[in-house]
């Protein structure tokens, strides 16, 4: 339903009636320019910035079939915009042969009151307008927030405090309450300014554009066509949803024994997350990991007999694409050339913590090759039927790849390292059973990785990097096309004063119940953070919503079937079904839709035993107190265990929620 006007030197393009690009003489649309960028990173922590030295409005001169072409006086030749209609996406594709242009800004059509949402996985804001955001993948940061003192502390420690847009995943597409998305397919630098009332600016460091815009008359029908175009996860297996997956790590010994008791105590343990797999190192951040991707069996002794022996426990393990220098990985890669080069031709290899490391380069066939078969061997071949695929921010942009410049291929590289860890799991035949977790992401991770990870968190309630950061990660992550999220409970980051309390664990807990996957994470300091085995009551009360979760697992496998086969997120923002009402994108309300029969309003503040919250829509009924509540704000009691649920009266899995209230018991 594409509909291009132009007269008057004007240019109007509309989607199904919707003006998406207005571009007139006085108000033009279209810029180029020139910039020299600086960016310097310190631990995946960057610092950005750009000299623009020249900026031009172009004029719109006339259409040649269907490239509109613009012209200057200050340009070196005509900039032809291809605009192509098919399949229900309208795609503009951009060029100049002017070789001086290397900086683009486009403006699309904005209204005063309109809302956007997306740019990945995002944690400070659901509503995007108002702010601007640069895509490039790095650091989330700690407190990410300039204003906190955790974020000041950490500035002054290492540079790594974050800001509001800081993030693992960025992503160059947003959709708009209008019921349009624009997704931008270049991977080079960009940024989406929503600081306008009159216009969203997408700004490119490149001459080339291509653009993807779509229009619909839902949210479903908008994800389903953006997750149509990058790709869809496949279904999770059944043992992912179940239970809580269990992160321990210190030896074979202290993982068995620590499985052993939490299952004793009736808790679903589907799964055992061994980060130290391959050894350990302690740094001043707190435990680390040896880097170098090989079992280590005196930490592990015996480890392959003890995954063999319980086929009905999935053994979980970590990697993530650098290698320590000095390591035996290390040094083979060194000796073929895998590792991406300085603009001296040397080993690029920079610090990630006190220890160097060197970067397998992804784009190099041959090194992409060698670093899949060691997932292969070393991880699947040893029987672990999951990990963390960590990292993949870490490529300077001064760095030389095999396949362009670190600058040209920052932000497609943890889209590489989806793609290596999906080709080692499809060659091995165990799509649909194994399951890879990454945190690091890019538009096209849709279509490799099988599951997105928010990362690492404050163990706090801070609303940039704590506990309601995830909740926004998630919903914003699934309107960007991935549809299937999980946290590490309880959170990860232990610095300066913070430390994990019983309470922030299991209000974790109970968020993570009502999330596809349950799983727990030490920390970088696991002495200091009270754990999920710390207690027989903390035991006691986490094995309570394990097998919570695990009875809400035929909700769940449709849930996520339907993820699998339109891209519709599991979790799903209020606006999901009313992308006009203004009160559902407010950032305070940190509730969300579990699929279609299910609302979630998790407890965010600490000392809370009851929430106040907004129903976007009547017919729905407390989960633990069979009472309906109609649209608008309300209030329910949320004792420890009891987080505000609500499903929609008469729907397909009522006897279902009635038997987990009756089950898990009821609040009056």
């Not at 003192?149 to 405090?161: K, M, Q």
Request: proline share 4%.
């Amino acid at each position: 339903m594409l509909s291009i006007k132009t007269e008057n030197n004007s240019l109007i393009l509309s989607l199904d009636g919707r003006e998406i690009l207005a571009h007139t003489p006085d108000a033009p649309a279209l810029f180029l320019g020139k910039g020299e960028e600086s960016i310097r990173m310190y631990r995946g922590n960057f610092d950005i910035a750009d000299r623009v030295s020249e900026r031009v409005a172009l004029r719109f001169a006339r259409m040649e079939s269907e490239t509109a072409v613009f012209t200057s006086a200050e340009l070196a030749g005509d900039y032809r915009l291809r605009i192509e209609e098919k399949d229900g996406l309208v795609r503009l594709s951009g060029h100049t042969e002017d070789r001086r242009v290397n900086r683009l800004w486009l403006r699309l059509k904005a209204e005063a009151d309109e809302h956007v949402t997306g740019g990945g996985e995002q944690f400070s804001y659901l509503d995007l307008r108002g702010r601007l955001f640069p895509i490039w993948t790095r650091e989330q940061g700690v407190g990410r927030n300039k204003l906190t003192e955790i974020t000041r502390l950490a500035d002054c420690s290492d540079g790594g405090g974050g800001d509001y847009h800081t993030t693992f995943f960025p992503q160059p597409t947003f959709l708009s309450s209008r019921l349009y998305f624009a997704h931008l397919e270049n991977y080079e630098y960009s940024e989406l300014d929503f600081r306008d009332e009159r216009f969203h600016e997408i700004a490119l460091w490149s001459s080339s554009l291509s653009l993807v815009l779509a229009a619909g008359e839902s949210c479903r029908e908008l994800v389903g066509k953006l997750s149509a175009l990058l790709g869809r996860q496949p279904e999770l297996p059944d043992w992912a949803m179940r239970g809580i997956w269990l992160g321990a790590q210190g030896g074979t010994a202290r993982v068995t024994d620590l499985l052993e008791r939490c299952r004793a105590s009736g808790m679903d343990v589907p799964a055992v997350w061994i980060q130290d797999w391959e050894g350990k190192r302690i740094t001043s951040f707190g435990k680390r990991l040896q880097w170098d991707w090989r079992w280590n069996r005196e930490m592990y002794p015996g480890l392959d007999a003890v995954i063999a022996s319980d086929p009905e426990t999935r053994w979980m393990g970590y990697i993530n694409p650098y290698l320590v220098e000095g390591g035996v990985l290390f040094k083979e890669a060194k000796e073929k050339g895998y590792f991406v080069k300085n603009r001296a031709g040397e080993d690029y290899l920079f610090d990630f913590g006190e220890y160097d490391c060197g970067v397998v380069d992804l784009t190099m066939p041959e090194a992409f090759a060698w670093y899949k078969g060691i997932i292969k061997t070393n991880l699947i071949g040893l029987g672990f039927r999951g990990w963390m695929a960590d990292f993949g921010e870490y490529l300077p942009a001064d760095a030389v790849c095999f396949g362009g410049s670190g600058l040209q291929m920052h932000n497609a590289w943890p889209m590489l390292w989806a793609k290596c860890n999906r080709e080692a799991v499809e060659e091995c035949g165990l799509v649909g059973e194994c399951v890879f977790y990454m945190r690091a992401g890019a538009a096209g991770s849709q279509r490799y990785s099988t599951l997105t990870w928010a990362g690492d968190q404050c163990v706090d309630w801070s609303e940039d990097d704590g506990l309601p950061s995830v909740v926004t990660a998630a919903l914003t992550a699934g309107m960007s096309g991935f549809g299937l999220h999980t946290c590490d409970a309880g959170g990860y980051t232990t610095l300066f004063h913070l430390r994990r309390d019983e309470e922030l664990l299991l209000r974790w807990l109970e968020f993570a119940c009502f999330t596809p996957v349950m799983r727990t994470h030490e920390g970088n300091r696991p002495d200091s953070n009270v754990q999920l085995y710390s207690s027989a009551e903390i035991i006691e009360k986490a094995a309570r919503l394990s097998k919570l979760h695990t009875a809400l697992l035929p909700y769940m496998k449709e849930c996520v079937r339907e993820n699998a086969a339109s891209g519709v997120p599991v979790m799903r923002p209020l606006f999901f079904d009313a992308p006009d009402d203004a009160r559902a994108w407010a950032r305070e309300n940190y509730s969300y839709f579990l699929g279609e029969e299910l609302l979630v309003a998790p407890l965010v503040k600490p000392g809370e035993e009851e929430r106040e919250l907004y129903l976007p829509s009547d017919g729905w009924v407390h989960l633990w107190s069979g009472e309906e509540h109609a649209a608008g704000m309300t209030k329910v009691a949320a004792p420890m265990g009891f987080p505000p649920v609500f499903y929609r009266r008469g729907c397909s899995h009522e006897a279902l929620f009635r038997a987990a209230a009756k089950e898990f018991g009821k609040i009056s």
